[in-house]
């Protein structure tokens, strides 16, 4: 019987809902977790991570400077090669982050927000999970970091590491004692310390309950939960569902509220990367991703080839952008249009959902089903095989003008 993750905070719930008013929306935050192969259909862990971020302009770069290969999400500005905030490598060594502001409690160190340095120096170094511990160890302290390090390997490991300047703390999603059903959840606290001084509850408790329903439905699909953490649109504290009462129309401006939802208004992009088998298949890594506003933009998935090729539409171009993330921002504006005073607290919904089913959600999702079709039947092609490059290629050819058409007749837009 799946326990509910959710129950260990029901009191602290009550206790901390003037806490969650006051949080200040500007915040960086992200909505983290992993689920462990062992309880996945195909027996391959899953590492996500809904990023919120100050920076809205995101991109995907392929490495290959350092020891391992690697695809980094990174930001579009000049400094993109210094951080990197989520990715894998060609080991099928995988890492994201969530801030977590309680592990470094009465620390007075200087160095800090060095999580995007270390993520980099993980994916070029580290092949295992062992690998990042010995990473964690090696390194001059302080390390500068507050965070929240998820890691899935290619020998099956799945873990959360809570780390702060000197020291980290293991959750092992393969261990039973730590969680009945292999799932870990992390927002922006750490257990391990004083929770009342972190954040992220209500989306902790809200993506805990969507995978309540995936455990449960055994349904850990890409499209089932991109769909069900990055777009959900329920608050777990007030009960509330955005997808109810719905505007009739397209131009029925019509507002919500929309703070502590998992996607928010500072959500810049998301990743869901699907880890191998076993060592040996560690060529199928891959990973899906959302560049922009989760609620604006298609998920798109990418393969680690030796070709170093992206998808033209989610790499950074020559002008650090990338064009799926310029698109979702400039669609943004629709669903966030009072820019003065505290306006962006407010959502149109009718330009996300709406009864005449042209919301920017609601297109989105239809354009995505020949996305999320056509990955299953390559995935399913490549199954026990080499990877591929040129069918890879191939298939990156496919989307790129996939996609240009469908934006085109869908939005008038040129992608």
Not at 208 to 216: D, G, H, I
Request: proline residues 3%; negative net charge.
């Amino acid at each position: 019987m799946l326990k509910n993750p959710i129950m260990k905070y029901e009191v602290l719930k009550i206790a901390l809902i003037w806490f969650l008013i006051v949080i200040s929306a500007d915040i960086d935050a992200c909505t983290t977790f992993i689920i462990s192969g062992k309880y996945t259909p195909d027996g391959r862990s899953v590492l996500y991570k809904n990023r919120d971020t100050d920076e809205m302009q995101n991109a995907l770069v392929f490495f290959s400077g350092g020891k391992y290969k690697f695809i980094g999400l990174v930001d579009g500005n000049e400094d993109w090669n210094k951080n990197v905030w989520g990715g894998y490598n060609e080991k099928g060594f995988a890492i994201i982050n969530s801030a977590a502001y309680n592990n470094n409690l009465g620390d007075t160190t200087k160095l800090q927000d060095q999580e995007g340095v270390l993520m980099k120096l993980a994916l070029e170094n580290c092949s295992t999970l062992e690998d990042f511990e010995q990473l964690l160890n090696t390194l001059p302290k302080p390390l500068g970091v507050d965070a929240n390090f998820g890691v899935i390997d290619a020998l099956g490991g799945a873990a959360f590491y809570e780390t702060g300047n000197y020291k980290f703390i293991k959750f092992d999603a393969n261990d039973q004692a730590v969680t009945p059903n292999g799932i870990i959840v992390r927002t922006n606290h750490s257990m391990s310390y004083d929770i009342t001084k972190g954040y992220g509850f209500c989306r902790y408790n809200t993506a805990s309950m969507a995978l309540s329903r995936a455990y449960a439905d055994k349904n850990f699909t890409p499209q089932y939960l991109i769909n069900n953490i990055s777009r959900s649109l329920k608050h777990s504290l007030t009960g509330t569902d955005l997808e109810n009462n719905i505007p009739e129309k397209r131009t029925d401006i019509s507002y919500r509220f929309f703070i502590d939802y998992i996607p928010r208004n500072i959500t810049a992009s998301a990743v869901m990367i699907v880890g191998a088998e076993s060592k040996d298949k560690a060529s199928e890594t891959m990973m899906w991703t959302l560049l922009g506003f989760p609620l604006t933009t298609v998920a798109v998935p990418v393969w680690l080839t030796n070709t170093e090729k992206l998808p033209a539409c989610v790499a950074m171009s020559d002008s650090l952008k990338a064009p799926i993330c310029e698109a979702a921002l400039r669609f943004k504006e629709d669903c966030f249009p009072l820019t003065y005073d505290r306006g962006t607290n407010y959502l149109n919904i009718a330009a996300v959902i709406n009864n005449e089913n042209n919301g920017y959600l609601q297109v989105i999702q239809e354009v995505e089903k020949e996305i999320f079709r056509k990955t299953s039947e390559l995935i399913q092609s490549m199954k026990g095989k080499a990877l591929r490059p040129e069918i890879i290629n191939e298939f990156y050819d496919w989307l790129d003008q996939y996609l240009v058409k469908a934006y085109r007749e869908n939005f008038n837009y040129s992608l």
